[in-house]
């Protein structure tokens, strides 16, 4: 089993649609979870960080975290064609000396 | 601030020849990554650093060596270079590496020929 794993998609949801991304992972002890976003060509930025279990809202991106599910999602509600990227799920893993590990990545796409 | 540098952006080697990536950062962070991404997949973690003087292998480590001799600087050398190291190279950077976010540096495309 991976440590982080995504669905590749990609996944297509028309402009206004709620856009859910999931992720799982493997290692219990985690306590910190991230969401980078990648557009084509660029380096990673953080959009979402969350550390407790629930949920965690920013604008129109909604975190949630379920650690004894040990998943992570994402929600991008009002989704917009600049929204269209990859979204990489992080974890810190603490069974591994805090190493930073990143899932595949799920591809958005959001339709005009 | 500029927060994390790396150079060169663009590089190409021929199969046996090594390199240095140069990473550089100037928020004082205590970790440092480096990532490889190729085409179409997530971040593969290749070494990383808590701080000067301490590194520790990552997923995929072959290949590669690092060295930290400083807070800011962690440079990743490439050995014999080989055609399966043609990729994007990340370098990443964060404080205390909990409860903080990683910045990264805008990668440096490799081709190996």
């Known amino acids: 089993q991976k440590e982080v794993e995504q669905n590749s998609g990609p996944l297509s949801v028309p402009e206004g649609a709620i856009a859910s991304l999931n992720c799982t992972y493997s290692?219990?002890?985690?306590?910190?979870f991230f969401w980078y976003r990648q557009y084509s060509g660029k380096s990673p930025e953080l959009i979402m960080s969350?550390?407790?279990?629930g949920d965690k809202e920013d604008g129109r991106f909604t975190a949630q975290l379920n650690k004894a599910s040990q998943y992570v999602s994402l929600l991008i509600r009002d989704s917009q064609p600049s929204d269209s990227a990859t979204y990489l799920c992080a974890v810190l893993r603490g069974d591994a000396g805090n190493m930073l590990t990143f899932g595949g990545g799920t591809r958005l796409m959001v339709k005009p | 601030n500029a927060g994390v540098t790396q150079t060169p952006k663009f590089r190409i080697l021929k199969i046996g020849q090594s390199m240095t990536l140069q990473c550089a950062q100037d928020?004082?962070?205590?970790?440092m990554y480096w990532y490889r991404q190729d085409p179409g997949m997530g971040l593969k973690l290749i070494y990383y650093?808590?701080?000067?003087?301490?590194?520790d292998k990552g997923e995929v480590p072959n290949g590669y060596n690092v060295s930290r001799s400083t807070t800011e600087d962690f440079p990743l050398r490439l050995e014999l270079a080989a055609p399966s190291q043609t990729s994007v190279y990340f370098c990443a950077s964060s404080y205390l590496g909990q409860f903080t976010e990683a910045f990264f540096g805008q990668g440096t495309r490799l081709t190996v020929v």
């Open positions: 650093s808590v701080g000067a003087g301490i590194t």
């Open positions: 290692d219990r002890v985690s306590q910190s």
């Open positions: 969350i550390y407790s279990n």
């Open positions: 928020m004082n962070h205590n970790y």
